[in-house]
């Protein structure tokens, strides 16, 4: 894993399972992991209503991104810091270069409300992927990544663990 200063600005590129580029954006790393970093960025596209939340401009995401494990999670916040959710990507372990992190979307997410509820998304989308452009190692690494997320908010741990308190 590269040695990134902390505030150390990179790229994060978001690929389709069949590896084509779908999002490019920047941001911070503010911590590390012992197999991963979290990265500060902030939403600067258009107000996004996804029916269950909204990702407006300025909102702050911190993200968590693993080298060894089968998603992402994004915890959300608003720019005067009240908390909205968590938004969780299955995804490849992610791959993390010196000015970059690159990580395969596998289109199944969770999201999950401030009362720790989560909402699976995208199964369908997951289930038709995987007749076409999934490979079986991507299909059964986004099923297992889908039951430990599941597992760790079940648990209240790490990024998680401020529910354990409500």
Known sequence: MPQYKLRHQVTVIKLSPQGEE???????????????????ASWTLPMRDLGYTRFEPQDQFREYYYTNRWFNIFAISTVIGTHKGWYCNVAEPAQLGRDYIRQVDLLLDVWVNPAGEPLVLDEDEFANAAVTAVTERQHIGARQGLQMLLQMLEARQEVFSSLAHQ
Do not use: C, D, F
């Not at 779908?22 to 500060?40: D, M, N």
């Open 22 to 40: 779908k999002v490019r954006y920047t941001g911070y790393i503010v911590e590390y992991l012992s197999h991963g970093v979290v990265l500060q």
